[in-house]
């Protein structure tokens, strides 16, 4: 039942530690961890690895060697300190293992330091693993589930062993996991656990294995109740570094905002000066539109088909000696901007059926078709016809500017400059009101864009 417990309710390390497995963030944390390696200095890479790595307390059957880690060439290395026998007398173990252990609890200046935290080693022989494949849906629960088992999987029970689990491959096509399975009997475990203790240092994990690697071995056989230290994320060492941090980014952020704080009241009444500025002048440009719209309308609505003149001279001239016309109607069809000007056509030909080509070759006339079947005159070679087309628009005369005369010549009367200069740019004069003018022959209209000055409009 102690086991089962023990199972059911692991600490808040373990869980932290399954969840990040699961989620692929202890993975991802090596694989960054190694790259950002790279870019810290050699002394400080030094430094943290050295801090890292604990002196490996190695059992061997009755012997048990002490390994201290070192640098050599640059790299790191154990190098043994001492070996003592602990099938003997238990205080003399004791105290042999104590004089070992002050090697490591003495500095370099000779002054005492405080009890060391040491790795324990169990070596391969002494440890059970086997690799077995679970269903992905126990990873949640893995070591609980592992827990009810191991009497399946180990020649123990389960209260005989101290065992730990690592997920090492994910098949997701088959929804399974592989798991590595290591575990040690108690009675070997809590026997290092009362040497070590008894020498006088603190047991930080028990590994499964050889005192070369122990330091990167992600195995942990210490008892559960004894690895729940404190957590984590609940030691000073965590948390100073991202208080420094923080109050770093938080001045880095506050100050040049505090600097800057009269500068911005500054542009701000700038930018609201402008914003009202820029307002009236869009009310402005908005009202000079609308007249200039109002002013071009009826110019743009004259002059954007060909006028009544022009077209009269057309169908003369296009139209053969053996026509004539009974009816020309000339009109709008269409509402708002799609508009069209249609001429209607009715009277007598000698070949009726050519007066559609004719009228497609104009200059004036589009998409002209009969409007009903021509009728044969009895007695006669002629046919009464009904024709329909369509004005083509005409290009707009581009608008001619207006310029701001010279002011007057002291006397109020304009000198010879200046009406020159009028001549010249084809201004309007203050006196006269802006307006359009129009050719004086109508039948011009469509080459108006070709004489710059024609037509007098606001832009």
Known sequence: ??????????????????????????????????ELAALVPESTRAAVQRRRMRPVVAFDGDT??????????GQFSM???????VAGDAETVASQGRVLLAKLATRGNGAASAPPRVTVALGSRGVLRKSIVVPAAVEENLRQSLGYDLDRHTPFKA??????????????????????LVAALRGQVDS??????????????????????????????????????????????????????ATVALVAVVLPVWQKREYVIALNDLAGQAFQQ?????????ELDRQVGDYNFALERKYAYPGAVQILEDVTRLLPDDTWLTQLEIKTAGRGKDTQREVLFRGESANAGRLVTLLEDSRLFT????RSPTTKIQPGPGE?????????????????????PPAPAPGGTPGPATSAAQSATGTIPPSAPPAAVAPANPAAIPDAAKAPGAQKAVP
Do not use: C
């Open 79 to 85: 190098r043994i300190l001492g070996a003592i026998s």
């Open 384 to 404: 009464i016809f009904d024709l329909g087309a369509q004005l083509k628009p005409v290009s707009q005369p581009v608008p001619t500017p207006l310029v701001a």
């Open 278 to 286: 820029a307002a009236a002048a869009d009310a402005l440009r908005s």
């Open 64 to 73: 048990a060697t002490l390994w201290q880690p070192g640098v050599d060439d």
């Open 1 to 34: 039942m102690a086991a089962d417990r023990e199972f059911a309710l692991p600490g808040a390390g373990a869980r932290v530690r399954d969840f990040a497995r699961r989620r692929g963030i202890t993975g991802f944390w090596h694989w960054w961890t190694k």
């Open 159 to 180: 209260d005989e062993l101290y065992f730990d689990t690592q997920v090492v491959t994910r098949d997701p096509v088959r929804n399974q996991i592989g798991v590595e």
């Open 367 to 370: 998409q002209a078709a009969p």
């Open 192 to 245: 290092a656990l009362r040497h070590v203790e008894a020498w006088g240092a603190s047991v930080a994990s028990v590994v499964p294995e050889s005192p070369t690697t122990a330091a990167l071995s992600r195995f942990n056989l210490l008892p559960p109740e004894r690895s729940r230290g404190k957590a984590w994320w609940r030691r000073w060492q965590f948390w100073l570094p991202i208080a420094i941090l």
